[in-house]
C-alpha cells in the first residue's frame, strides 16, 4: 500500500493551496486519517485530523480558520484545503492513515513521503 500526496509547491503569503493524498494498493478498511509537517529544524507536528467516517475533524490552533481537511472515502483520498497561508507554514506536508490489509491483520500507520509547501513573504 502506498500515500502519495501533490498539490504542494510555492505560493505568496496569503494565497491557497489544496493538497491531496491518494492511497493506492490492496486495502481491507482505512480508518482516521490526518495531516502532518515539519519545517526544517523543527518535530513532525499535527496539522489536522479526519476519522474514518469524516464525521469529527480535529485541527491544531496555528491552523484554525483557516485550514479544511476532508476525505473522499470512495476515491480513498485526503485533502487539505490550506488558505490564507503564512510564510510560518512553509514545511514539508505528510499524510498518514491507519490502514488494514487483510480481515485477520492489524491497523497500522502508514505515511507518505511529503510534499513541500512553501509560503513566501
Same mark, same amino acid.
Given at each position: %500500500?502506498?500515500?502519495?500526496?501533490? $498539490? =504542494? *509547491?510555492?505560493?505568496?503569503?496569503?494565497? /491557497?493551496?489544496?493538497?491531496?493524498?491518494? #492511497? !493506492?494498493?490492496?486495502?481491507?478498511?482505512?480508518?482516521?486519517?490526518?495531516?502532518?509537517?515539519?519545517?526544517?529544524?523543527?518535530?513532525?507536528?499535527? %496539522?489536522?485530523?479526519?476519522?474514518? $467516517? =469524516? *464525521?469529527?475533524?480535529?485541527?491544531?490552533? /496555528?491552523?484554525?480558520?483557516?485550514?479544511? #481537511? !476532508?476525505?473522499?472515502?470512495?476515491?480513498?483520498?485526503?485533502?487539505?484545503?490550506?488558505?490564507?497561508?503564512?510564510?510560518?507554514?512553509?514545511?514539508?506536508?505528510?499524510?498518514?492513515?491507519?490502514?488494514?490489509?487483510?480481515?485477520?491483520?492489524?491497523?497500522?500507520?502508514?505515511?507518505?513521503?511529503?510534499?513541500?509547501?512553501?509560503?513566501?513573504?
Amino acid at each position: %500500500v502506498q500515500l502519495v500526496e501533490s $498539490g =504542494g *509547491g510555492l505560493v505568496q503569503a496569503g494565497n /491557497s493551496l489544496t493538497l491531496s493524498c491518494a #492511497i !493506492s494498493g490492496i486495502t481491507v478498511s482505512i480508518g482516521a486519517m490526518g495531516w502532518y509537517r515539519q519545517a526544517p529544524g523543527k518535530q513532525r507536528e499535527l %496539522v489536522a485530523t479526519i476519522t474514518g $467516517g =469524516g *464525521g469529527r475533524l480535529n485541527y491544531a490552533d /496555528s491552523v484554525k480558520g483557516r485550514f479544511t #481537511i !476532508s476525505r473522499d472515502n470512495g476515491k480513498r483520498t485526503m485533502y487539505l484545503q490550506m488558505n490564507g497561508l503564512k510564510p510560518e507554514d512553509t514545511a514539508v506536508y505528510f499524510c498518514n492513515a491507519e490502514i488494514r490489509l487483510s480481515l485477520l491483520g492489524a491497523t497500522r500507520n502508514y505515511w507518505g513521503q511529503g510534499t513541500q509547501v512553501t509560503v513566501s513573504s
